[in-house]
C-alpha cells in the first residue's frame, strides 16, 4: 500500500477510538514503515483533538438537568420495588372497576366527571411535561407528543404569559394541559380534548360557567371538534375576562 | 423500568452530550434544550421497552436525531449545501489554524452543511462511538456513514481552512 492509498484509509482514523477497526491494520501497518505518513497522520490526531475539543466545550444551560428532572412524567416516579404491587393493585383495580361499570351500568366518562377531574388535578400537585414561554413551542411539544395541538386559544388568553404544558389522559383519548398565568400571577389552566372523548361535551361554543371545590371556577365550550375547559382560582366574573 | 435514581443518573450522564450534538445540528440553543428534554421525556415514558442496557446511549442519541428530523420537517427545512464528492486531494489545515476559532465558529460552519452529513460528522467527533454504533443510531449503511463521515470532514476542514484565512492574522 502506498502513502496516498493510507492517507484515504487513515483520513478518519480516530487514534483513541479506532485502534481495533480491521479495515485500519494494513494502513496502520503502512504506517509503521513510512515516517513521513506517521507525521501525516499525528498532525491529523492532533487537528482532530482540536476539533473535538471545541464540540465538547459548547456551554450548557445550567438549568437544563433540573429541567428535565422536573418535568419528568408522573406515572414513573414510582420506585422499582414498588412496581410489582402496583401493577397487581392496578389489576385489581381494572376488575373492580369493570364490576362496579356492569352492575351500575353507569359510565363515568361524562362532562361533569371529566371537568371535576381537570379542577381536582389542578387544585393539588402536578407535574408539567414542558416548561416554556413559547406558545409555539408548547403546541409543537403537544403535537410531537400525541396529544391535542390545533386548538384555538380565547383572544383574551393572549394578555397572560404561558408557562408550559403537560399531556395527560381521559378515558383513554389523550388531553392537553396548557398552563398561563397572568399579571397579578394568577394562574389559569386550559384543557383541550376531542369532542368525541365525552359523549355529552358541552356543544355550544359558547361558554358555560361552573363553580367547583376549593374556590375553582371553569368555563366550557366547543369549538372546531375540540371541547375547551378554562379553570381558574375566582368567579365567574374574573374568568370571563380571559374568553 | 428505571427508578427515579436511574432516570437522575442518566440525565446526568447523558444531558451534556445531547445537548452539544442538538446544538451542533440545530445552531440554537431553545431548540437544543427543548430536543434535549424531548428525549429524556420520551426515555421516561418508553425507556422500560429497551431490553439492553448497555445501548442505552446509543438509544438516547438515536430518539434525540429521530426528534431533531421531525423539528425539520415540521419547519420544512430541509436544505443545506450538497458536498462535492470526495476528492482525492485531501485538505490539510495547521492545528494552530483551529485555535483561532471558538466552538460557536465550528459549529456554524457544521451549520452549512447538510444534514445528512452533520449528524454523523458530530458523532464522529464528539463521542467515543463507533463506526457501527453511529450507523445505528442513523439508521444507515456503514459504508454510506463511513463515506458521509470522510466527505463531511473534508469539507469541514476547508471551511475551517476558509474562515481562518479571513479572519485577521489568519494564516495565509
Redesign the interface.
Known sequence: MNS?DA??IL??Y?A???RD?PQFADALSAMVRDSELRRWVE?QD???Q???R?????D??RD??E???R???I???T??WL?PVLQIAAVLLVFASLTTFWLRSHPKNNFAAYEGYVTRLVSGKYHM??E?N?RE?IR??L???QAPAQYALPPALTRTTALGCATLSWSGNPVSMLCFTDAQQRKLWLFVTSRDSIPDSPRKATPSFEQHAKGFVSASWTANGYTYVLTMQGDAQVLSEYL | ????LD??NL??LY??DL??FA??MTRS??DA??L???T??IW??KGDRLRDPASVKSWLFTTLHR?FL??LR?RSRFSGEELSEMT?E?PS???EA??Q????T??QLLGQMEETFRAPL?L???E????KEIAETLGVPLGTV?SR??RG??H??RL?ADATEKKPGGAS
Do not use: C
Open positions: 496516498r492517507k484515504q483520513w478518519i480516530r483513541g477510538t479506532d477497526e498532525q492532533v487537528v482532530f482540536a476539533v473535538r471545541k464540540l465538547s466545550g459548547i450548557v444551560p437544563l438537568r429541567k428535565i428532572v418535568q419528568r412524567p406515572e414513573h416516579s420506585t422499582q412496581r411535561s414542558y416554556s413559547d413551542r409543537l411539544f403535537e410531537r407528543n | 423500568m428505571p427508578s427515579d432516570f437522575e440525565v446526568t444531558y451534556r445537548y452539544r446544538f451542533s440553543e431553545s434544550s427543548d434535549t428534554q424531548q429524556f421525556y421516561a415514558r426528534e421531525q423539528l415540521q482525492d485531501l489545515i495547521a492545528p483551529i485555535n476559532i471558538d466552538a460557536r465550528v459549529v458530530v464522529y467527533f464528539m467515543d462511538l463507533s463506526y463511513q463521515i470522510a470532514k473534508a469541514l476542514y475551517i
